[in-house]
């Protein structure tokens, strides 16, 4: 199946105008670009450097989050955990073989993340940057 998401293609819509976020979601698709090429045969060492970097991802935003009291951190951290289990989820499924669900993923994983930049994301940077919430 040829995958939806493009390798090194990039989404400016998963951009939300503060560096430090913004950094962090530049190093997500650079890692589901290895995910997502074809000729790559160490899948699994991509989707470990993906959860590795999703438990990061997420723990500096939420750090962000506490540090400067923003009042939805309970939603957007309620998101991560989501997320978070997906991944693992899908790394379970992936030692026991299940490769074409891996590949899958990697597509579903661009959709969630793009609307999840363009809202969660988005309201948090705005936040950060002063914005009233
Ligand atoms: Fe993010
Ligand atoms: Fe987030």
Do not use: N
């Amino acid at each position: 199946m040829t995958p939806a998401v493009v390798p090194g293609f990039r989404h400016d819509s998963l951009l939300i105008g503060f560096k430090p976020i913004d950094d962090l979601h530049r190093e997500f698709q650079d890692i589901l670009d290895a995910l997502l090429d074809p000729a790559e045969a160490d899948l699994g060492t991509h989707l470990l450097a993906l959860h590795k970097h999703l438990l990061r991802h997420c723990a500096i935003e939420e750090e962000f989050m506490r540090q400067e009291a923003y009042p939805h951190l309970d939603r957007h951290r309620r998101a991560h955990e989501r997320l978070l289990e997906w991944v693992a989820d899908v790394r379970r499924r992936f030692d026991a073989g299940d490769v074409d669900g891996t590949r899958r993923f990697c597509d579903d994983l661009l959709g969630w993340f793009v609307v999840h930049a363009q809202t969660e994301d988005a309201e948090l940077a705005a936040f950060l940057k002063g914005s009233p919430v």
